[in-house]
């Protein structure tokens, strides 16, 4: 290509054709070898010579030769200086150098993260004023708009669009507006327009599933932030939503404002409906005020704020509701957690731990009148925890204050557990060290543990007390690829002081001393094996484990924290048969089990694992709870247990506690779970424990197309177009000796691609024969709002392995738009 001479210059069609490769590879980080340049006209804030785009020859042959760069730059300058050369070509190109370039017939301009493309370009070089005529499309950045008639200042990127349409990259949000007009690059307004993130089609008759429309829009780029005003929201053109003026997000960002409103209806609070607002305070601070109006109730007030800091993280929640209409009295919670370490200010002490979990409620009726807020597990027991813990090197001690508060039901009382205020505890743990001259590889550790137990007097039949406990434990690891050997010796020391007699004996104190000696050991074979067609590692791993623990008579102290260890594979082989430290078990028994796996040999994945153990016990267990009988079986119940992966999409697993005397099972347990792909899975679990309780529990979120053949593609995160999919989600738990439902979610959803339908039915037992029913329906418009009641957290924390239908997924890049 030649330099161009002051009068109008045409490209030649060759140097056309290698002209656009050179700009797309250019514009991409790439050089192109050839024959030819794409022209380049400079931008008034560049060097006022033309110049060309630099080319590289081939070396041998006359080739194109692409030359990709390691990465492609998401993030595009605002400096001028950093947007290279002006770009244009097109079927004809004229023009003077310095003052005007005139693009006719498949006119291109490109400089930096814009592109235009038009019938005609007339490019204005003092004044940097570009207009285009005839099917004009202007990509920047990503961001796309289409229209007849554009006219802009480059370099600002200030100007107007007449009717054009447009699209933002970072939600797929689009719509129409009688004119756009280009403020900077980042900001730009619309003039009677409308938004959505329903994609068109190519049918000439196609609208929109939802729509907002809008005397005037202004969108913000640069913090993906869109305010509309005389703002109409239309779904299946029917309005449903109004607004003088409100803000809206381009993506998921988080912005302050108005959240969508959530509406239920409930058997105990009536019509229920909840207007938050979100306050985003900071990147690592946020609030979100939510009062609402409860037909049945009144109005609630409830609030939450959020922190999240480098060494430290909390949350608080709350709620009043004054003079509740159904108890005739004010109601109020609260739940603050935290965790984090403080700074002490001397190095050679290092920080201190920090963690909080604070619940509270006004009264016992609150659990079941309001069973979705406190947010607790065990909703009856509410503990107000604060620990302040501090390690150095192999000692680590704590801090700890725990105070319960139990909801009573008169139908089904429960004892309160004991208060620790406070309780202190310490040890010192070596791993692998020395032990005075007997050499390295000793297990060694000192744990002491002083607690204040105390509880209401009238609620127990024990005093409260003062409780010091000591444990000092060694071990010697002796392992190997093929086996392990352990032996271990314990000392347990407890002493209590009480507050008052002890009802046995008028004792004001009592103490204790009990030593323990076991013996693990364990065996581990390997075999290359094949099954159904599959190679495998197949292992076999005996293991046996003895304690011996002497009598010590307990049955004249109290109990505070000891109960009965759960017969299971991870306590079948442990020294004492109760957690806490007010118990420990005499025993003179021994463990047998043996495990058997199979292995992927490739990845070391489980595909089958079987497992059976059994104690043996050669003396009585006399040491028992309060009120309990002696252990004189010599022959424990059998564990069974085997879990099956055999590929990836089922799963199995099951546990069974075999009585080898009543030839019956005392508890048992079975599981299997269906999951082919995303949104589709299916799981049932069966749990029995003989003479107490037998229930079934069955979970499921399945695409309802698929049972007519439908099997299309899901639209999940946002992928896929055309007609939509119903999934059917839900959970029973089903008593089968009580033959009723003892809670159940029911629910049903509608993926429309730019839009979401849910109704779920949730079903909760809040009592003995008392239960709360409530439906939620919601409307989410993709990218935009959902409208009615949340049931997204119901649903993933009931239902196993559900997934939401639109994924959280990254920013698409600017690059999938380029043209």
């Known amino acids: 290509m030649r330099r161009a001479s002051p009068s109008p210059f045409i490209l030649s069609p060759v140097a056309l054709a290698v002209s656009r490769l050179a700009v797309f590879c250019a514009t991409l980080g790439m050089t192109v070898a050839g024959t030819a340049h794409a022209q380049a006209v400079p931008s008034p804030a560049a060097s006022g010579t033309s110049a060309a785009a630099p080319a590289e020859t081939a070396e041998s042959g006359g080739g194109l030769r692409l030359k990709p760069t390691p990465r492609l730059a998401e993030e595009v ?163 449903i939503l109004a607004f003088p003026k409100f803000s809206f997000p381009l993506s998921d960002k988080r912005k302050s404002g108005l959240l969508p409103p959530s509406i239920s209806m409930g058997s105990t609070d009536g019509f229920e409906f909840r207007q938050p607002y979100y306050f985003d305070i900071a990147p690592n601070r946020d609030a979100t005020f939510s009062p609402a109006i409860m037909t049945k109730r009144g109005i609630d007030l409830a609030g939450e704020f959020r922190y999240l800091e480098p060494t430290y993280n909390g949350q608080l929640r709350a709620n009043y509701l004054p003079n509740d209409k159904l108890r005739d009295r004010d109601r109020w919670s609260y739940g603050y957690q935290h965790t984090g370490t403080i700074n002490t200010g001397f190095p050679s002490i290092g920080n201190l731990g920090l963690n909080l979990n604070l619940n509270r409620v006004s009264d016992n009726d609150y659990w079941r009148d309001f069973p979705a807020g406190l947010g607790a597990t065990t909703q009856r027991l509410l503990s107000q925890d604060a620990t302040l813990s501090w390690s150095r090197g192999f000692f680590t001690t704590s801090l700890r204050t725990l105070k319960w508060q139990t909801l009573q039901d008169v139908t089904s009382p429960i004892v309160p557990p004991y208060d620790r205020l406070p309780q202190l505890t310490a040890s010192y743990t070596r791993v692998d060290a020395p032990l005075g001259g007997l050499g390295n590889g000793f297990d060694w550790s000192i744990e002491g543990d002083y607690t204040r137990f105390s509880a209401d007097r009238t609620l127990t039949n024990q005093p409260n007390s003062n409780r010091a406990y000591t444990k ?119 463990t047998l089990g043996v495990t058997s796996r199979l292995l992927d040999p490739a990845t070391g994945a489980e595909a089958v694992r079987v ?104 639209l999940g995160a946002g992928q896929g177009q055309g007609g939509g999919r119903y999934y059917a989600v839900g959970r029973l738990n089903y008593s089968v000796l009580d033959k009723r439902l003892v809670d159940s979610i029911i629910g049903v959803e509608y993926d429309g691609c730019c839009w979401i339908g849910r109704v779920v039915l949730q079903r909760s037992q809040t009592g003995t024969g008392t239960s709360d029913t409530r439906i939620m329906f919601q409307l989410e418009l993709v990218g935009f709002s959902r409208i009615g009641a949340n049931p997204l957290e119901t649903l993933k924390s009931n239902v196993p392995r559900y997934q939401y239908l639109r994924e959280k997924i990254e920013a698409p890049s600017r690059f999938t738009t380029y043209d």
Do not use: M
């Open 472 to 590: 000092l434990q060694v071990s010697r690891p002796w392992l190997s690829s093929s086996g392990f050997i352990t032996p271990k010796v314990q000392l347990h020391a407890t002493s209590y002081q009480f507050d008052a007699p002890l009802l046995a004996d008028g004792a004001r104190s009592a103490s204790r001393v009990v030593p323990t000696f076991s013996l693990d050991s364990g065996l581990q074979f390997e075999r290359q094996a094949s099954f159904l067609g599959r190679s495998f590692t197949q292992t076999l791993e005996p293991r046996a484990f003895y304690v011996r623990t002497p009598f010590r008579d307990q049955s004249r102290l109290p109990n505070y924290d000891s109960g009965l260890n759960d017969f299971n594979f991870a306590t079948v082989f442990t020294e004492n048969a109760f957690v806490g430290n007010d118990r420990i078990s005499d025993a003179n028994l021994l």
């Open 611 to 714: 497992g059976i153990a059994q104690r043996l016990r050669f003396e009585d267990q006399r040491v028992t709870l309060p009120g309990a009988l002696p252990v004189t079986d010599r022959i424990s119940d059998i564990l069974v247990g085997a879990s099956v992966n055999w590929v990836p999409q089922w799963s199995f697993d099951s546990t069974v506690q075999y009585n080898p005397k009543t030839r019956q099972s005392e508890r048992a347990s079975f599981g299997v779970r269906y999951n082919p792909s995303n949104y589709r899975v299916i799981s049932a679990a069966f749990r029995r424990q003989r003479n107490v309780s037998e229930q079934i529990d069955v979970g499921w979120q399945w695409p309802i197309n698929d049972l007519w053949g439908d099997r299309g593609k899901d």
């Open 77 to 239: 300058s605002s400096d001028p200086q950093d947007r290279g050369p002006t770009f244009v070509f097109g079927d004809r190109v004229s023009g003077r150098p310095d003052l005007e370039t005139v693009i006719d017939g498949n006119a291109e301009l490109r400089r930096g993260a814009t592109a235009i493309r038009a019938d005609r370009i007339e490019y204005y070089q003092p004044d940097d004023q570009l207009k285009s005529r005839g099917n004009v499309r202007i990509n920047r950045a990503g961001n796309r708009f289409e229209g007849p008639e554009l006219e802009l200042k480059l370099d600002r990127f200030e100007g107007f669009f007449t009717t054009p349409g447009y699209r933002f990259l970072s939600n797929g949000g689009n719509g129409r507006a009688e004119r756009v007009d280009f403020l900077d690059e980042n900001h730009l307004t619309a003039q009677r327009a409308s938004y959505t993130t329903c994609e068109r089609n190519d049918e000439a008759s196609w609208q929109p599933a939802w729509v907002l429309r809008a005397s005037s829009f202004e969108f913000d780029l640069e913090t993906e932030v869109g305010v509309a005003r005389g703002a109409v929201v239309r779904f299946k053109d029917v309005p």
